[in-house]
C-alpha cells in the first residue's frame, strides 16, 4: 500500500507534552521529544506549545533530525467572537506554517466548545450549534479557506470531541453546506470512535474531501467509563481514552486500504493524548510505528 511517497507520517508532540493541560509532560523539553520522534522512526511533526516559533530555529532543529512540520492545530472562534480577530491571529498562523513548508491548516471551532473544561460532562454538556452558528461558522470557514488559498495551502476541518461538530451529522452538514474548493476535512479516527461514529462510513462518505489524516486509537474501557461517570474530555484523557494505533480497539486495516484504494496524498500524523508518566511517548511512538508498518507497509 501507499507506494510512490504520496503519503508521510508524522507524530504529534501532544504524546510527549500537553498544549491544553501543561502539567502533562511539563518536564519533557522540546528538543527530547522531536529527538524521539526521529528516533522512532517518524518523517514529521505537528507543532506544540514548546517549539520554537523563530523560522530558522525551527527550521534548522528539525532539519537536523529529518523532520518536517506537517501542520498545527488553530482554534478559530467564529460563532463567538468578531471575525476580524479571527482573522488576524489566523493570517499570523498562516504564515508562519508556509514559512514552515506545510500545506494545510488544522481548523477547529471552538466556540462554545467544552473540550478544554475539566469539570464538563463530555457527553451530557455538548454544545449545538443554532442555525445563526451554523451561518457564521460556514460563512467564516469560506473566508478562512480564501485566505489560506492566497498561500497556496488548504484548511483543513478538525472534528474533535466536546465541540460542535463532533457527531457523524455534524460531519455531513459541514461538508454539505461548505465548498469544496475552500474547506477540506481533517480525518481523525480517535475521535470518532470516541463518539460513538462509525469511522469506515465517515471515511468513505467524504474521501474527496481529506486531505489530513489523524491517526488515534482508543481504550473502549476508559470511553464506557468517560460516559457512565459522567467525565469530562480532559478527565478522559488523563485517564487514557486515548493510545497509538495498535494498542486499541481500532481495526486500522481497512482505513488503510480505503484510504489506498482512494489514492490519498499528503500526511498521516499519529496523534494520541496521554499522560507520558503513565505512558511513555518514545515507547509508544515506537509501537505506533511498528503497528504502522506491519499494516501499511508505510
Known sequence: ????????????????????????????????????????????????????????????TLSLRGLEIASAWFSAFLTSIPFEETTRAFIEHRDFLHAMGAKVIVISEQGNSIQGQMETALFDQKPVFTEAEWKLLIEGLHLLGDLAAEKNMKIVYHHHMGTGVQTSEEIDRLMAETDPEKVSLLYDTGHLVFSGENPLHVLNKHMSRIHHVHLKDVRIDVANKVREGKWSFLQAVKQGVFTVPGDGIIDFIPVFEALDTAGYKGWFVVEAEQDPAVANPFEFALKARQYIRKTSGL
Open 1 to 60: 500500500m501507499f507506494e510512490g511517497n504520496q503519503v508521510k507520517l508524522a507524530i504529534a508532540p501532544i504524546g510527549w507534552t500537553n498544549d491544553d493541560m501543561p502539567e502533562l509532560g511539563g518536564e519533557v523539553t522540546f528538543e527530547q521529544c522531536i529527538s524521539e520522534m526521529a528516533l522512532a522512526g517518524f518523517s514529521g511533526s505537528e507543532v506544540g506549545n514548546k517549539y520554537p516559533r523563530d523560522i530558522e530555529v525551527l527550521q534548522k
